[in-house]
C-alpha cells in the first residue's frame, strides 16, 4: 500500500485549518490533530500516513516524545516526519533529527516553504525505493534487504530506525572507502545544511551498538568521516 496521507499535528487552531487547506488544495490526503493524544490515535489507526508534520510545543504529549514513539514502533517508523517548533536554536535541532526527525521548520514560516519541503522529502523517499528495489546487500552473515527495509544477522532480525538503516546501508555500499560526515549527511539525511556533524556520530555510536560484532567494522576516520572495513 502507497502511504499517501499526510497528518498534521497543530494546536494553533487557525494555523492548522490554513495549512490544511493549502495541502488539501494542492491534491494532499489530509488528517488532523490538535494534540498529542489524537494524533497517536491516527497514527494507531490510519495505517496509510506516510509523512507527519509535527509541532514541538504540543499541549498534552511533546512533539518530541511523538517522533520518539514512531521512530521505536516497527510499523511506524518508516513515517516521514517533519519536526516544527518556535525554538530555533541549534540543540532543538540536533535534538529533533538525533531521535528520527527528517526535516525541521522553525516557526514564523512561510505556508509556501512548508508545501516545498512535504514535497522534496516525499519525492526523495519515492525515489530512494524505486532506485532500491529489491536489492539485498550480504557481508558475512550480515544481510540487508532494502526491499523490506530489514537487516539480519546471522538470520536474526535487527531493529534499526529509518535513519539507521539507511546509513549502514550506505556505508557497506561503499565499503572500505571513506565517507565523510558532510557526505552522510547529504546521502542519508539530504541536507547539506541546516544538521550538523553530530547528528552522524550520535547514529554511528547507535548502530555500532546494534549490529553486534559488525561494529567494530564502521571505522572512524580522524578530520574524515567513517568507513566500513571489509578489507581485513
Not at 535534538?95 to 525541521?104: K, L, M, P, S, T
Request: negative net charge.
Amino acid at each position: 500500500m502507497i502511504k499517501d496521507q499526510i497528518l498534521l499535528v497543530e494546536d494553533e487552531p487557525d494555523l492548522l485549518q490554513t495549512l490544511s487547506f493549502n495541502f488539501e488544495n494542492e491534491g494532499y490526503k489530509v488528517s488532523k490533530a490538535s494534540n498529542g493524544e489524537k494524533a497517536l490515535k491516527l497514527l494507531e489507526e490510519n495505517n496509510s500516513i506516510g509523512l507527519v508534520v509535527l509541532d514541538l510545543m504540543l499541549p498534552d504529549i511533546s512533539g518530541l516524545d511523538i517522533c520518539r514513539h514512531i521512530r521505536s514502533s516497527d510499523y511506524l517508523k518508516d513515517i516521514l516526519v517533519i519536526m516544527v517548533t518556535a525554538k530555533g536554536e541549534e540543540v532543538d535541532r540536533v535534538v529533533g533529527f538525533e531521535i528520527g526527525a527528517d526535516d525541521y521548520v522553525v516557526k514564523p514560516y512561510s505556508v509556501r516553504e512548508l508545501m516545498l519541503r512535504v514535497g522534496g522529502l516525499l519525492k526523495r523517499s519515492s525515489k530512494e525505493k524505486d532506485e532500491s528495489n529489491d536489492e539485498v546487500q550480504i557481508y558475512e552473515n550480515l544481510k540487508i534487504d532494502t526491499n523490506k527495509h530489514k537487516v539480519y544477522i546471522a538470520d536474526k532480525k535487527i531493529s534499526l530506525t529509518s535513519k539507521e538503516f539507511k546509513l549502514l546501508k550506505h556505508l557497506l555500499l561503499k565499503a572500505d572507502k571513506v565517507q565523510t560526515r558532510d557526505n552522510l549527511l547529504e546521502k542519508v539525511w539530504g541536507y547539506n545544511n541546516d544538521v550538523t556533524t553530530r547528528t552522524v556520530d550520535t547514529h554511528v555510536k547507535r548502530l555500532r551498538s546494534k549490529i553486534g560484532q559488525y561494529g567494530d567494522r564502521i571505522e572512524t576516520i580522524r578530520g574524515e568521516g567513517y568507513l566500513f572495513n571489509k578489507s581485513d
